[in-house]
Structures are given as C-alpha cells and as structure tokens.
C-alpha cells in the first residue's frame, strides 16, 4: 500500500484550529527551541538545535528519521481538565506529525503530506478529561523521510497551574535604518526603535558585529571608498526578530574634490528611464552631454512608509549591471553633470504624510545617495503632497547632504496654480534649498495665465503666461525651468517643436519672440527646459536636445 494510502487509513484528520481565549496561556515550555532541546525528549537522539532555518526567533528543532524510528520528540505540560487547548506549529518537511496524548478524552493529531517548498502551519485542538492535568505533545517524522524542521511549538488553553512559556512576543524588524555620519573609516548606523526589544544586533554584509542596547552607533575600522550593507535586527527573552532591510553606507575616500559637481546657471534636465516603453534603451553613458542634470526614473515605493528603494532593471536595459551603472554616475559627475533620483512618476505609490514617513524619505534618499553616487532627488509625485512633511523630509535630507544637494520637482501645471497649493507651498517652503522646479507643460488641459486669461496647451503664450505664475508667485527665475515631451510619443499631448521652446525662453528670458502674451519684464537668470525624456529623445534623432540644449547653455 502507498505510504499516502497507509496514513489515510490511520484516520489522520487535520481538526480546524479553534481561537485562543483571552485568558489563555502557552502551556508548553521552550516552544520557540531557544534554549536548545530543553523541555524536549527526542527519541534516540534523533533531535537538534538548529540555527538555520528557522520560522521565527534565533533557534529551531530538526530531527531526522531513521528506516525503524520517526524521530519523535515530545514535551509533558500541565493542564487543566475539562478544557480546550489549540496545539500548533510551524514545520518543513514532508509527512511532520503533530498531535497530543493521555488527553483523557479523544488524542489527536494531524499531519502534513508534502513538504511544500516552505513553512507550513498545522493546528490542531484537544480537550482534557475530568481527571486530566497533564498531556504529553509530540512532533514527528515518517520512516526512513529526510529531516524535518519544527518552531513555534505551542498549546494555548487555560492555565493548569504547571510552568508555562508565554514569554514576550519576538520584536519585529527595525525600520527606518540609515547610515551618516560618514568618515575615511567609520559609518554612523542608525534605526527606529522596536517595541518591546531589549537590544539590538548589528549585521555588516551579513556577518553580525555588534551588540548594542541604543538605536544608532558608530561602525569603525572600515576602508576608505568603500561601500557596506548594514542589517538590524532586535531581539528580547523570546528570541532573535527578523532583520530591517538592508541599507547601505560608503565611506570617503579621505578628502577628495567634491563629488557633486555644481549645476550651471543655465541648465537642460533630462528625464531617463530605468524601464524599456517602446523609446530608445539607454545606458547613462549614452544619455546626449547637453543634459546637465540627469533624473534617473525612479524610485520604488518599499513597505516602510516613505521610504524609497532603487532597483535598476538590468533585464529591461539590455543586462545593463548595477556596476556598471554606478560606473556610468560617476562618469557624469566627473564629466560636470549632476545625476539625481526621481521620486513618484505617474505611477509613484510614495506617501509622506506624517513625521515618522518624513524621517524615512530623507534616511532611505541620503542612503541612496551615497550607495550610487546620486547628487540629489527629484520630486514628481503626481497625486499630490503633504506640504508640512514633505517640507520636513526634504530639510532633514539638505542636512544630511549639506549646500550640494541638488532638489528639483516636477509638478503638473494645476499644481502651480496658487500659492496656496501643496507644491507650490513646498516650493517656497524650501526655496534657499531648492534648485529648480520644472512644471510638466503637457497632459494637460487648458489653465490660467499670470494675466488671468485662459491658455491652451501646444503655444508658447502657454508656456510664458503659466512660467509667469511661478516667477511672480515668488521663486526666483533661476528655479524655473520648462517642461515638455522630447517627442509626440513622450507624452500624450501637450507636445510642441523645438522652436516654440526655444522662443518661450527668449520670451521670458530676453523679451523676444513672444506670442499675444508678453511679460512685464524679463528673467534673464531663468534656469532652462527640461524634457521626458532622454530616451525618447535619442528614439527621435536627438533632435529636442540638440536644438534645444545650445539656447539653454546661450541664455543670458
């Protein structure tokens, strides 16, 4: 008879977990295995303490069978009679038993078939006998099957009186972690504390390396130039919680000219894409010289509010490796040229809406700045924002960054509006900080001028009236810069030629080649265009950069 077949007609039964009372305690001892087998009788020594893999916590259980014995282990807790208790755990492996015996009433046990590829839950529930104080669980193997693994043993019920294990709960992940600080030598790491830790363990590229009771310390004895993943995990009397997510740190390398290069008074954004969409796929190298500032786009939303991660798409972009692509930024720099990260895009998921979001934006962007060499970010949140926090966030990262930092956004042209809205608040809020917004002159419907008149998309007096709005709503010119699509397939409308840019920064900036709307005055020191994007612009021959680029480098 298959062994499928033999189990069946054993009448094992999985029994619907029932949920714990309030009162309830787990009356098993040493349920998480982190102090080893203690509690625990395994028969023929066919058990273990393991550190890897475990569900939860530092510790676990494997035991392996053998062709007469199923590598039983077992625990006798106390109970009370007459009561219900829930019985469950964790387990890998194929054909792992749990189950319970001397119940008084009717022993149970439930099985899993197959080992799934992971953890899998079984659960099952008993109740005592009148007489009944003390049952013995049990976990097992099958004959002659390979090694199971078992954690988080427990049996929650009414307690019997006998000693029990509810012990704290294991702490979860630190969030927030950030490295500063940094020095030829030394890094400065950095969390959010975690409820109900007692201390923390810190893991440099894996390897655990300190022990510490506070949320940040210094890391020493490091090489210069050289970059370091850092992980943070926090532990208590139950056990070891599971590690932050890795952030990573670089150190200096001993006071060499400063590696984000100024941006020129006048200057050429260009959006590029981490992402193939039909344009030309570019690698940074390939990105036209007339860009001064390069917004890599974009960031990835992660599971800690605020936060950001970058992922390059090195399948999408042809293998392009992430070496590489730090090779390619750093080139750019040397070459003058400022590379920055883009937060939001039409699809951003970033939300900075408290403190705590705030603090994280700036510790995770200050951390990719250092890993991939980024000279700053660019805001393009395109449903909308918090102007108090963001305010906030983008402060803390200026203070991290010191005045190098480069800060551009890209808001859609009913952001700019008013005064009053969240980014052009932001705006002004940060005005001593702020490098230049370029507003997204497309996708767009018809809006209001500086003179009051309405305005369609596709002219230059569209362009001109609403830049106006933001030269006199109270950023400087050289924080104004015009946005439009390189290309008719850049954007979905909004797109006009090469010229009618070039003659809305002669409007603005020299008075010249304006259409029916004319400003009264003109802003010479005004920033540039910036352009989606720098691949769809290569997709059409270069055309928007290479008209485009020397009227910007050529305003006065």
């Not at 295995?33 to 058990?47: D, I, T, V």
């Not at 400063?258 to 039909?278: E, R």
Request: hydrophobic share 35%.
């Amino acid at each position: 008879m298959p062994l499928a077949a033999t189990l069946a007609a054993g009448g094992l039964t999985a029994l619907a977990a029932g949920p714990a009372q309030a009162a309830d305690v787990n009356v098993v001892r040493n349920g998480g295995f982190e102090s080893g087998l203690a509690n625990w009788s395994c028969s023929n020594a066919s058990g273990a303490s393991v550190s890897s893999p475990v569900y939860a916590g530092a510790g676990a259980l494997k035991a392996t069978p053998a062709g007469s014995d199923n590598a039983r282990c077992s625990q006798t807790v106390t109970v009370k009679p007459n009561s219900t208790y829930t019985l469950s755990t964790q387990v890998q492996g194929s054909y792992v038993y749990l189950g319970a015996t001397g119940t008084g009433t009717q022993d149970v046990s439930t099985w899993t078939p197959g080992s799934g590829g992971g953890w899998q839950k079984l659960s099952t529930t008993f109740t005592t006998g009148p007489g009944t104080t003390q049952v013995t669980v049990y976990t097992h193997g099958w004959y002659g099957q390979p090694a199971y693994t078992v954690d988080e043993f427990s049996v929650f019920g009414p307690d019997g009186g006998g000693p029990t294990d509810p012990g704290p709960g294991l702490p979860g992940a630190p969030a927030g972690a950030a490295v500063s600080g940094q020095s030829q030598n030394g890094l400065t790491l950095s969390w959010n504390a975690v409820s109900g830790a007692g201390g923390y363990h810190v893991y440099q590229d894996g390897v655990r390396v300190q022990t510490v009771a506070n949320t940040s310390t210094p890391v020493t004895g490091l090489a210069p130039s050289t970059s370091y993943s850092f992980q943070v995990s926090a532990y208590n009397a139950a056990g070891e919680g599971p590690r932050s997510a890795p952030v990573t740190g670089t150190t200096t390398g001993g006071g060499g000219p400063n590696p984000s290069p100024s941006v020129p008074k006048h200057a050429l954004t260009g959006y590029w894409q981490n992402f193939n969409n039909g344009a030309t796929v570019q690698k940074l190298s390939d990105v036209s010289a007339q860009y001064d500032i390069i917004a890599v786009s974009f960031a990835d939303a992660t599971t800690t509010p605020g936060a950001i991660a970058f992922n390059l798409d090195s399948a999408g972009l042809g293998g392009y490796t992430v070496a590489q692509f730090k090779a390619d930024v750093a080139a750019k720099k040397a070459a003058g040229k400022s590379v920055i990260l883009s937060i939001g895009g039409e699809k951003g998921t970033i939300s900075v809406n408290d403190s705590a979001s705030a603090t994280n934006l700036a510790n995770s962007a200050w951390a990719l700045m250092q890993e991939y060499g980024f000279s700053g970010i660019d805001i393009d949140l395109e449903n909308g924002l918090n102007p108090t926090y963001m305010t906030q966030a983008l402060r803390a990262l200026s203070a991290k960054a010191g005045p190098s930092l480069v800060l551009t956004m890209a808001p859609q042209t009913i952001d700019m509006q008013s005064t009053q809205g969240g980014y052009f608040k932001t705006a002004l809020a940060v005005k001593d900080i702020l490098t230049v917004v370029n507003m997204q002159y497309y996708n767009s419907g018809a809006m209001n001028g500086c003179d009051g008149k309405v305005y369609s998309q596709g002219s230059v007096d569209f362009l001109t009236a609403l830049a106006c709005i933001q030269l006199e709503g109270g950023l400087d010119p050289s924080q104004v810069g015009i946005g439009v699509p390189a290309s008719p397939s850049g954007a979905g409308s909004g797109y006009v030629s090469p010229t009618v840019v070039n003659n809305a920064l002669d409007c603005l900036a020299r008075g010249t080649n304006c259409g029916s709307f004319k400003p009264s005055k003109t802003y010479p020191s005004l920033r540039g265009a910036m352009t989606w994007s720098t691949n769809w612009d290569a997709k059409a021959g270069s055309t928007w950069s290479n008209a485009v680029g020397p009227k910007v480098h050529g305003l006065p």
